[in-house]
């Protein structure tokens, strides 16, 4: 899954350990997530929409 999460992340002067922080994950999910390694669960796609006050369609989309 493709995702703009680097983007927002950049737009909100945030770096993965802050990211991470606020999302009570590892910075090591982070990057994982950053580079399309691995997809986040729902429950934190949620909380990465709410936090950034987009939708979730926003940060993610389905690779084509």
């Not at 606020?22 to 990057?31: D, F, Y």
Request: charged share 30%.
């Amino acid at each position: 899954m493709k995702n703009k999460l680097k983007v927002l992340r950049a737009m909100h002067d945030l770096t993965q350990e802050g990211l991470a922080r606020e999302l009570g994950v590892t910075r090591q999910t982070i990057i994982a997530i950053e580079r399309n390694k691995y997809d986040p669960s729902l429950s934190l796609a949620f909380k990465m929409a709410q936090f950034f006050q987009v939708k979730i369609e926003e940060i993610f989309s389905p690779e084509e």
